[in-house]
């Protein structure tokens, strides 16, 4: 038989290996991946409208996520929404002629960023703002934009076959 002490000892060993184990679970569930923060920088861009965008969602290139979005506020002087990103030091060879535009992940899914490079051979820099902007496709829009179109279409159907 194994002794108490032996015993004992093997109880907070997996006590122990549990606890940690919950805590990297917690840190990959918040998002925060990493303790130690990644090297990145700064870029900005101005949108007519963000949707559903918020804080942390994912910046990508290709499918790639490569930074996230770090805040959000209002221009004063445009009154657009002014999204900043943190992009990974990493990915520090973007054209600063590239355009963003913010996507959905599936048809309901989360937004995030997607920036398109393009030919520069200047590249985003800490600072830089984004200029080529593309603004979120809202799902409530689209469906009141289709309702309203069939409307129309079924009055000018109705209207025609009055006149006959």
Same mark, same amino acid.
């Given at each position: 038989?194994?002794?108490?002490?032996?015993?004992?000892?093997?109880?907070?060993?997996?006590?122990?290996l549990a606890?940690?184990?919950?805590?990297?679970?917690a840190f990959k569930v918040s998002g925060l991946t990493s303790l130690f923060p990644v090297k990145s920088y700064t870029v900005t861009a101005l949108f007519d409208? $963000?949707?559903?965008?918020?804080?942390? *969602?994912?910046?990508k290139i290709g499918g790639v996520q490569i930074g /996230?979005? +770090?805040?959000?506020?209002?221009?004063p002087l445009t009154f657009k929404a002014k999204v900043s990103m943190q992009?990974?030091?990493?990915?520090?060879?973007?054209?600063?002629?590239?355009?963003i535009g913010i996507l959905t992940a599936g048809l309901l899914g989360d937004n995030? $960023?997607?920036?398109?490079?393009?030919? *520069?051979?200047?590249f985003l820099k800490n600072?830089?703002?984004? /200029?080529? +902007?593309?603004?979120?496709?809202?799902?409530?829009?689209l469906i009141g934009q289709f309702i309203y179109k069939?409307?129309?279409?079924?009055?000018?159907?109705?209207?025609e076959k009055n006149a006959n």
């Open positions: 038989m194994l002794s108490q002490r032996l015993i004992e000892g093997l109880v907070g060993f997996f006590l122990l606890i940690i184990a919950l805590s990297v679970l409208d $963000i949707g559903g965008l918020k804080i942390r *969602s994912p910046v /996230e979005v +770090s805040d959000i506020g209002l221009d992009i990974e030091e990493q990915f520090n060879e973007i054209p600063d002629d590239s355009s995030y $960023i997607a920036i398109t490079p393009m030919y *520069s051979k200047t600072g830089s703002q984004i /200029e080529y +902007s593309h603004s979120a496709m809202i799902l409530e829009k069939l409307g129309n279409d079924n009055k000018s159907e109705s209207g």
